[in-house]
């Protein structure tokens, strides 16, 4: 019933995530069906069905990413303040003020450095990652990003892999002590931050070649702000890396939309 418990949280505040980014790539799934001709787009599925296939693979991603977090993260030390008030029945959530104004000053951080790296890598980039910069974003995207990366991603990359990582050294070195040491977070955030850039990459790939560039460009970007997450999951909580990732979308959304008009 514990596990139940932990595992339907989770899986709530997950499943937000998938249905927008679902919803927000339908206009997509429509350009690509409208480029058919017409005796292939007889044999293709309904629209409908397309989009739940297309939301199923995150789905089954989502629910064992959940299990594995579930069966390593207290293990190792890390933690949801929702799952030790809401399951766990803490006295009160241990949500602090100092936790909040890290995540929010971690994830306006990361936006400056990141759009800052990002300018400044933009004349070596392909003219269509080159013309984004160009184009004020929507709040649906914004939305979306907000949500699936925020929150969705945080459980895959964070609450999944990262407690999975520190988890796996830990046993396999061996260490007789009650948490792993140090360089075993600091290895698995950084880890965990590479497995996230690189699988931004088949968005890249979607848009534009995947030259030596913009292959560095997507595993610095994304690295860094996985870094950060990763530490503040470490230091605190999974859910100041939700806020934190969150308010860097947020952040990306209103410097982009005032870079975009000024350019």
Not at 27 to 42: H, N, R, T, Y
Not at 243 to 259: E, K, P, T, Y
Request: contains cysteine.
């Amino acid at each position: 019933m514990v596990i139940l418990k932990q595992f339907g949280i989770l899986f709530v505040l997950g499943s937000v995530g998938i249905v927008m980014f679902t919803i927000a790539s339908i206009p997509l799934v429509e350009q690509q069906l409208a480029k058919l001709s017409p005796e292939i787009l007889e044999k293709v599925q309904p629209l409908w069905i397309l989009m739940l296939l297309q939301g199923l693979l995150p789905t089954v991603l989502l629910a064992i990413s959940i299990l594995i977090g579930i069966g390593c993260a207290n293990r190792v030390g890390l933690r949801s303040h929702l799952i030790d008030y809401w399951v766990f029945h803490t006295p009160k959530i241990p949500y602090s003020v100092i936790e909040m104004k890290w995540s929010l000053g971690v994830g306006a951080a990361t936006t400056i450095i990141v759009l800052l790296l990002d300018r400044f890598m933009q004349p070596a980039l392909p003219e269509a990652l080159q013309a984004s910069h160009h184009t004020e974003p929507s709040w649906l995207s914004s939305l979306t990003a907000m949500f699936y990366g925020g929150i969705t991603e945080e459980i895959l990359m964070r609450w999944g892999l990262m407690s999975l990582l520190v988890w796996i050294a830990w046993k396999g070195l061996k260490q007789s002590v009650t948490l792993p040491s140090q360089g075993i977070y600091q290895g698995a955030i950084v880890l965990a931050a590479l497995v996230f850039g690189l699988l931004h990459l088949p968005a890249t790939a979607a848009i534009v070649s995947l030259t030596p560039v913009v292959i560095i460009r997507a595993l610095l970007l994304n690295g860094i702000a996985g870094i950060a997450f990763g530490w503040l999951f470490w230091q605190y909580s999974l859910e100041a890396a939700m806020l934190a990732h969150i308010s860097f979308h947020a952040f990306a959304f209103v410097l982009n939309g005032l870079l975009a008009r000024l350019a």
